[in-house]
């Protein structure tokens, strides 16, 4: 019981941030089944948290030889995070997401310091 209750607690201090409890109604199911299938829907939905990240980047696209390198809005991308995915057990690198650049911010003044958001 007291290796129940530690893992209770060390799941809560890591996971308690990313959990919220909330209810959900709609008034547009006739049925009970078809409800409930909604709901999963919704639940499944609201399981993935919802996180962006600003990338600083260098656009190297202006050189000849890195013309392949110009990213756009809707290219996708990876991102690691080791706190957010994980690390893979078996390889020991990090789990990455594949993402899609939602917005890319240029910087005349400094191209230093352009940054794309995913």
Do not use: H, Q
């Not at 799941?11 to 409890?21: A, D, I, M, S």
């Not at 390889?91 to 899609?100: C, D, E, S, W, Y």
């Amino acid at each position: 019981m007291k290796e129940i209750n530690k893992l209770a607690i060390k799941f809560f201090r890591k996971y308690e941030p990313y959990l919220k409890e909330g209810t959900w109604t709609d008034s547009n199911y006739i049925s009970d089944n078809a409800y409930y299938f909604g709901a999963c829907e919704v639940a499944a939905e609201g399981a993935i948290p919802k996180v962006s990240y600003n990338i600083s980047v260098v656009d190297l696209y202006a050189l000849p030889e890195y013309e392949d390198y110009k990213f756009n809005i809707a290219d996708t991308t990876y991102v690691e995070d080791i706190g957010m995915f994980g690390i893979n057990k078996i390889t020991g690198l990090p789990n990455k997401l594949k993402v899609i650049i939602s917005g890319i911010t240029y910087n005349l003044d400094e191209p230093s310091k352009n940054t794309i958001n995913v």
